[in-house]
């Protein structure tokens, strides 16, 4: 179902603070436009973490609907309260979503058997696919490689894995210990230079910040490597590698996202925030304007 290039969509904030439904639309319509493969809602690049239940549920009411099926819908559902992710995760399912994604919770560190009662748990509310998420530097601990196998061989909907990790390392030990013994297994790498790795060594696909505002760059590499164009995709490597200097200018990677997006589509809109992630570089739009009209010089499909 899920596969290609996933953004994990940013979410567009008026100047009060409050979730602006047209501009998220119209940010949803360019991303299709764009040639992606499916998109993450909810996920961390949303600032899902920022956001009431009742938003969350407001905005997947108003958002997976409008989508209406032109791509495959994923919705981010982890949280330290279980009953809020398995609430969450039926609601998707009952607005047409077509799988869930759930991070491991955080504050409190988990032992291997309560963090596999936690992604049971979710999994067992819902009929369609979940998918887990292994971002450490966020939550404090990894999801252990043992953790995986056991829901793997005892929860036949939980069908992948989204990495977002700095070493590469740990990629590819879960595509050698999990999706060699379990082909169905799927697996998703987050940092923008990880796709081709990824893909050369059987990843699935990326759901990549990048793709928020320059979803052709990835789609475009993606499309190389499956052609075999390995000219191209030295091309498009280069331009993401260009890009990595995003993830050094906010410590909240997606209000650099959000600029980038406003930068390439809504240029003439000044930024809306939500406290306490208001603070950021007054320069980060120009920042990532800057490496934006860079590679769209360079000529981007689409």
């Not at 996920?43 to 099926?69: D, M, Q, R, T, V």
């Not at 829901?151 to 050698?176: H, M, S, W």
């Not at 990835?218 to 091309?235: C, G, P, R, S, Y």
């Not at 650099?256 to 589509?265: I, L, M, N």
Request: no cysteine; charged share 20%.
């Amino acid at each position: 179902m899920f596969k290609g290039i996933i953004p994990p969509v940013v979410i567009f904030f008026d100047q009060d603070g409050e979730i602006d439904y047209p501009l998220n639309k119209k940010h949803i319509d360019h991303l299709i436009d764009s040639g992606i493969d499916g998109v993450l809602l909810l996920g961390s690049s949303s600032e899902f973490s920022s956001l009431k239940f009742s938003e969350k549920i407001e905005y997947l009411n108003s958002l997976i609907p409008y989508i209406n099926g032109r791509v495959p819908v994923m919705v981010g559902v982890g949280n330290t309260v279980l009953k809020e992710s398995i609430e969450l995760a039926q609601y998707a399912e009952s607005m047409g979503a077509q799988g869930v994604m759930a991070v491991n919770p955080y504050y409190y560190k988990l032992s291997n058997n309560q963090m596999v009662e936690y992604f049971t748990e979710i999994s067992n509310a819902v009929s369609i696919n979940t998918y887990l998420y292994n971002i450490p530097q966020f939550t404090g601990q990894e999801i252990p490689i043992d953790v995986i196998a056991t829901l793997v061989k005892n929860q036949p909907t939980i069908r992948g894995i989204k990495e977002t990790v700095a070493e590469f390392g740990r990629i590819r030990k879960v595509l050698k210990e999990i999706k060699e013994k379990h082909p169905q297994f799927d697996v998703f790498t987050a940092f923008d230079e990880h796709l081709v790795d990824g893909y050369l060594i059987g990843a699935t696909g990326s759901i990549n910040g990048s793709s928020n505002f320059l979803p052709e760059v990835t789609v475009n590499l993606l499309e190389a490597l499956e052609a075999k164009e390995f000219d191209k995709v030295q091309k498009y490597q280069m331009q993401i590698s260009s890009l990595m200097s995003i993830y050094e200018i906010n410590s909240s990677f997606f209000s650099t996202f959000k600029e980038g997006a406003y930068y390439r589509w809504f240029n003439d809109r000044p930024s809306g925030v939500r406290k306490p992630y208001s603070k950021y570089d007054k320069d980060t739009r120009t920042k990532v304007g800057e490496l934006i009209d860079t590679i769209i010089k360079q000529g981007v499909h689409h």
